[in-house]
């Protein structure tokens, strides 16, 4: 079963990344996975723009086929995020950026606590045919986190509820974040769990 970009015929499946339905006629991603029901291959739906974003390499394989389906523009754009994600892949995990609800959960990065009402992001890894949630980092540690400041398009998904100045606070505090200078314990601590993530992505 080849994974496939084409229109959806209801307005029934949600997209695998962010939980949102996909509209009728919408253009949707299918990517062939081994079924979780049992034995042969099912089609995991994404919203294109979220397949790109979350599933790169599995949607450029598919987009360089795909002209006469997807818009030469809606193709470079969405090529271009794809590409990002290749580039640096922990921009992959991003899911939303919310304010916190409590001051419980600790940032991934940081290790400190994020305040309650304080601007996060949500992580999610793909694994084993499903996306499970990884925890929560501050949006001023966003860039040294990512490697890299995340684009408004990956901000602006549909699990996300940002209105115009909302966003602009988002990005206002990675911006803040990434002029700030990274701790030499931070740095080693961040690296040696790079380390054992690759190690376990190895094995």
């Known amino acids: 079963m080849p994974s496939v970009i084409e229109r959806a015929s209801s307005g029934r499946a949600k997209c695998r990344a962010c939980g949102q339905a996909i509209a009728k006629g919408e253009q949707r991603f299918g990517e ?3 079924s979780t029901y049992g034995e042969g291959e099912s089609l995991f739906w ?3 723009g979220c397949a790109a974003c979350c599933r790169p390499e599995p949607l450029l394989a598919v987009l360089e086929q795909a002209q006469p389906v997807v818009a030469e523009t809606e193709r470079a754009r969405l090529t271009v995020l794809a590409q990002g994600g290749l580039a640096q892949p922990r921009l992959t ?12 959960a600790r940032c991934r990065h940081c290790r400190e606590s994020i305040a ?13 045919g499903r996306f499970n949630s990884i925890g929560t980092i501050h949006a001023t540690c966003a860039v040294h986190y990512f490697g890299v400041e995340p684009t408004v398009d990956r901000l602006t998904l549909p699990s996300n509820e940002l209105d115009s100045d909302r ?4 990005v206002a505090e990675m911006r803040e974040g990434a002029a700030r200078p990274i701790l030499p314990g931070l740095a080693k601590a961040s690296d040696e769990a790079s380390e054992r993530e690759s190690a376990r992505k190895s094995s």
């Open 167 to 170: 966003l602009a606070e988002v």
């Open 32 to 34: 062939a996975l081994a």
């Open 46 to 48: 994404f919203h294109l």
């Open 93 to 104: 995990r991003i899911l939303r950026a919310e304010r916190a609800s409590s001051g419980r």
């Open 116 to 128: 309650q009402g304080a601007w996060r992001l949500a992580l999610q890894m793909f694994e084993e």
